[in-house]
């Protein structure tokens, strides 16, 4: 008997679908031996992670709160995946967003500017993301630079310079020496849309964005582009698309999104600019792109899935002592299933019986 | 007749044997029940139109598809293939219809990764160069794949097969893309391959070939198998009969087509390679006027390609004037302006540079057709308007496909082709510049595109062909240039262009032309 890997003829748009499934069947199956291993009971702790978040209506605001800068970012970085274009560096992007739209709030902060403010401020966070992503693109189109490497180094610079201003000059006097700004003034706020509840604005930003995407990748020549340059870049070239205006293109939306993420983040839920305003969102972001399928509603229901982790991992921490970082492994064992299975779209798995009757060899 | 089934009694010397082999499509039959026998020693052809499961069928024997029924023996005894490694490991070797080269990777790496042996990198070079030698198909190991051009490609993938020292040995149309001096070095080689005792099967559309080479042939139509038959004891036009079901109508053109303006000129074109071993352009000037068709011969790799690149506009050059496309300096115009300029552009490899292959015909038709054919409007797509110009292909060029809106990769070699150049003239360009266009391609669809190229040129437009196949330019062309080393000859009219001029040419002499009287085409 033996495994093989067969090339399929055309790719399975049904394996397409649930190869996500499988991958989160999987990484489920994997979790529980390990938490088996460090000692906790599985049914217990899955319970946690991903049931309990869904039964109570704060849990599912904030898990509403947690998915939208997931999808915002994964938005933009499906668009670079999509064109073969590698940009690992949101988290980077997301925090010089957060910064320059810190920036206006820290500015106006005890003045009587008026309303205008937060719009500057969401305006400030994408271009500052935009520019601080064509840094890699443009190394990369220029000097031929990788721009996963520079993309990602880029993430520890943006770290520092938010964590050297908010101990430094943006430091907040009134702050018993804590790093971090003073609380934003509410035009510098992003408004929520219940009163007393965790939804803001940037939920709905969020499935606007989405719905944006799925308008520019199944409709518009721009998106045909885009995936035209990723999938056949000689035909691309012959079809007059050029790939080095793409690698520009797509890095700015990705970071102009990943920036408005940032800036979106610090002036709504965290209310004032501090260091470890993301638990890892930039990087997180890269698995919800690929276990969406790079496909703008997938990457909607896979944020929701993944902001899930990031609430259970909160819970099981509270609940039956589980280390945080255990969501950390847990993401990257997704990421690895998601990946893994994705080869079925294009092969299938077959296995071979030496003395077989070939009749039954029917596809 | 050779039939399977009368090779009961020898089947002892039957080296592989198809008995039913079915495989379908969801409800579509690519192969329908096939009975085929194979003996050492033999040459067999596998002849058929585009689309009529050649393909499938080899890929099948070679372990790549699965049956959905029938079964195979191999020196009498069933055979199951887990994939290609365990038709290798049997002694079946097979070279594709398109090729599976990495571009990036050398001559020797490329085919150290289709082995399965375990012998070190080095000794295999060494093999390499030697079975090259041997065979009379001389390439170098250490130059990279994109680098070369399509007859040099093949040459890697026979040479890599070789190497396996098979049994059986499946070629799918290996010489559709060589010139004729190129396909006679491979008949010897055939030839010595079969009085080394192995089997080879032979696809090819090019019927005087199968004629001269071929022992036995077997005819597919429509995924069925028509008949086995001795190719020497028939006609070209009695296997074209059998393959198409009807006579092939020859093509005419009309017998004066009147020319007008210039519609392409190229003006002292010289452009350095962008690439370590590329072609130089060199002086390259001719002028095309409305009308009329200029055909391009030359052995592959002499500048064709970037001859093409440099009409196309996928390669610029710095002086606008070196181009002129319908009046307009385009030298330094990008492919999507020189559309819009009326000139339309077909590439002599399908898979990848005409079309990408994982996306629909739809997509691939908005892909040449964004820039002025009203499949766009404010940067949306026209969904329906992409459609139809795969409908308007389909329909006037035949395309055949298990439905309307398939991936490009899922099409038959021929039936791929005759997509791409429908779609190029559909959109009534004024300057046509196509590379190969009946590659792969059956008699009847090469008749029809040949067709379509004469009328397009009645319509007033200019189309520069290139091709390896100088009866395909005597068909068409009104003039023929040879291209030698990045070089263009001067024009000679096709009525003083015969085949020993056109070699000279073709081989670097510059002889006059006009000594020699006698015709191609006649
Ligand atoms: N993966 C696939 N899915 C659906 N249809 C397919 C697939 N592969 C091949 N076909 C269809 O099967 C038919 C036979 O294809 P095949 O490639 O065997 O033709 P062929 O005889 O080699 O033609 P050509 O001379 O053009 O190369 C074609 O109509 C093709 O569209
Ligand atoms: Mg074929």
Redesign the pocket.
Known sequence: MQLVLEK???RSTVIALISPLIAIGLTIVTMSILFVIIGKNPIAALNVYFITPLTDAYSLQELAVKAAPLVMIAIGLSLCYLANVWNIGAEGQFLVGAVAGSWLAVKTHGTDAGAWVLPAMLLLGAIAGALYALIPAICKVRFGASEILVSLMLVYVADLLLDYLVRGPWRDPAGFNFPTTAEFDPVATVPLLLEGGRLHLGTVIALVIVVAAAVLLGRTIKGFEIRVVGAAPRAARFGGFSSNQLVLLTFAISGALAGLAGIIEVAGPVGHLQPGISPGYGFTAIIVAFLGRLNPVGILIAGLFLALTFIGGEQAQIAMKIPLDITKVFQGILLFYVLACDSLILYRIRLIMPQRKAADGAA | MLDSGSGHARSGTVLLQTIGLT?R??S?L??DAIDIAIRPQEIHALL????????????TIYGLIQPSEGEMLWQGEKMVLAGPHDARARGIGMVF?HFSLFDNLTVAENVALGLDGKESFKAMSARLEQVSQQYGLPLDPKREVWQLSVGERQRIEIVRVLMQNPKFLIL??PTAVLTPQEADQLFVVLERLKSEGRAILY?S?KLDEVKRLCDTATI?RG?KKISTCLPREETAASLARMMVGTEIKQVKAVAHRQTTVPRLVVNDLSLAPDEPHGVHLKNISLELKGGEILGIAGVAGNGQDEFFAALSGERLSRDPGTIVIDGHAAGHLSITARRKLGAAFVPEERLGHGTAPRMRLSENALLTGHAASGMVHNGFINTAATLATVDRATESFDV????RD?EA?????????KFIVGREILRNPVVLVVSQPTW???AGAAAVIRQALLDLAAAGAAILVTSQDLDELADIADRIAVMFHGRLSEPLMTADADRETLGLLMGGSALTPKDVPDAVGA
């Open positions: 399929r003829a055309e | 495989k499509y969801g579509f690519a192969n058929g139109e585009n689309g009529a499961g050649k393909s499938t069928l080899v890929k219809q799918d149309e696809i559309h597919l995924g055949r496909k298990a439905k398939p990769a899922s099409l038959s070699g021929g039936n791929l082709q792969g391609v059956d």
